[in-house]
């Protein structure tokens, strides 16, 4: 079946460093992957989405993530995070067949230091 | 052009009361899909709908849970005689057509039960 990993529940990093989020998927092929942003009470947006090509994908908000498909892995980066950076981060693929039913990651929350 | 549009964006339940969860999808838009966030968890898929059919509702509960996409009027998700277990916030997407990705997300209904 199907699964997303985000391994990383907490993450904290200061005002201006760089910022990874760690994304692991299993599916035999290459799925669709996207990462979404949900700040508090709101709704998701989505920062950048991996359909095929090059495998750097940029994102809205200077974000960007880089699909390995030996690692089965789609981590986030940001080189200088902003406090306004501070929100929920989840990871979802699409695949096969049933692409429409998105298989999302627990999410990993981001918390900015001032 | 108006996103999806999701209402209410707050309801309360009392124990075996109804809950209504209504979504507009974007304009032109005829897949509407629910998804389900429990608290500290990732969304979870589901059910599928087309305009008039139910595609996919292999992620919902057998019972008390169903949908509907009328041909006129919003996709309607309904929980009857909820429980406290029915707390989370419930995501409405939609799509031009089922291959369509990234679908476009609502702000979500967050559904509390007393």
């Known amino acids: 079946a199907q699964s997303v990993t985000q391994p990383d529940i907490h993450i904290t990093v200061s005002e201006g460093a760089s910022l990874e989020l760690r994304c692991n998927y299993s599916?035999?092929?290459?799925?669709?992957l996207f990462w979404y942003v949900q700040s508090p009470g709101q709704g998701l947006q989505l920062l950048l989405k991996y359909f095929s090509g090059d495998t750097l994908v940029q994102g809205i908000k200077g974000f960007e993530a880089e699909f390995k498909r030996s690692q089965s892995s789609f981590n986030l980066r940001k080189p200088s995070v902003h406090w306004s950076d501070a929100a929920e981060y989840f990871c979802?693929?699409?695949?096969?067949?049933?692409?429409?039913?998105?298989?999302w990651g627990a999410g990993t929350k981001l918390i900015i230091k001032p | 052009n108006a996103g999806v549009m999701q209402n209410p964006r707050h309801l309360v339940r009392r124990r075996g009361q109804e809950a209504r969860l209504r979504c507009s999808p974007v304009?032109?838009?005829?897949?509407v899909y629910w998804y389900r966030q429990l608290p500290e968890e990732g969304l979870k898929f589901m059910v599928y709908?087309?305009?008039?059919?139910?595609?996919?509702e292999s992620g919902m509960p057998k019972e008390r849970f169903s949908a509907e996409f009328p041909k006129e009027g919003p996709s309607i998700l309904r929980i009857q005689q909820v429980v406290r277990g029915d707390s989370a916030a419930y995501f409405c997407?939609?799509?031009?057509?089922?291959?369509?990705?990234?679908?476009?997300f609502g702000d979500g209904t967050r559904l509390s039960i007393l």
């Open positions: 599916y035999g092929a290459t799925p669709y």
């Open positions: 304009k032109g838009h005829s897949h």
């Open positions: 709908l087309q305009k008039e059919n139910i595609i996919d």
């Open positions: 979802a693929v699409g695949a096969g067949d049933s692409n429409y039913q998105l298989i």
């Open positions: 997407a939609s799509s031009p057509d089922r291959a369509y990705q990234p679908q476009h």
